[in-house]
């Protein structure tokens, strides 16, 4: 096989992927949970070569909603800050933009905690990684100011802050609006880093 050929094909199943990941966040979109055969129907394309690509709908959806979410924040970064900006001010401005991400495309994550958590025998997907490198990032100028396991328990208490967990306990269990869960989020942050440099 050339070089050439060798690049169509993995072309050619970079773009049947893309096709059956698309019908996939269709499907779930609609409130379905599509299995295998339904995602291969809706895109079009054989039920034998689905299967080559996913043997698991719960994979399959979980897989669709992260290509989604992992697209939508490619080129996000929290490097950029007032040079001035506190510890404090820096954490409550990441906790903000982080959930002001989250809020923007809340149905894609409420979505993917559903397929995440739903039950049954299926392994957990990793979740959270992103949040963390985004939360190291911002706090990164100041970091110096804390000792390595300050920062840790500083990453963790924000990481509980930022994310579509944050959500549902703010507005579903505490009835919150999207203002009021933010403000909320952010007078925590600052708590937070209160704690943590008192001790």
Do not use: C, N
């Not at 299995?35 to 959806?61: L, N």
């Not at 957990?124 to 300050?150: H, K, Y």
């Not at 208490?157 to 989020?185: F, N, S, Y």
């Amino acid at each position: 096989m050339s070089s050439q050929e060798s690049f169509e094909r993995v072309a050619q199943k970079q773009r049947t992927r893309a096709t059956l990941l698309a019908a996939t966040r269709e499907l779930l979109a609609e409130g379905k949970h599509p299995t295998v055969a339904e995602t291969a129907d809706r895109a079009g394309i054989s039920r034998a070569t689905a299967y080559r690509y996913f043997s698991a709908p719960d994979a399959m959806a979980q897989e669709a909603v992260l290509d989604a979410i992992a697209r939508e924040f490619t080129a996000v970064h929290f490097r950029d800050g007032p040079a001035d900006a506190d510890l404090a001010m820096r954490a409550e401005s990441v906790v903000a933009g982080i959930l002001a991400m989250v809020i923007a495309h809340e149905a894609l994550f409420r979505t993917f905690l559903s397929v995440s958590v739903g039950g049954g025998g299926r392994q957990p997907a990793e979740r959270g990684g992103r949040r963390m490198g985004w939360i190291e990032e911002a706090l990164a100028p100041v970091s110096t100011d804390l000792s390595d396991e300050q920062m840790k328990r500083l990453i963790a208490g924000l990481a509980l802050l930022t994310g579509i967990e944050t959500i549902v306990v703010l507005k579903d269990v505490m009835g919150m609006d999207d203002a009021a869960a933010e403000k909320t989020a952010r007078a925590l942050a600052r708590t937070l880093v209160q704690g943590v440099l008192a001790d």
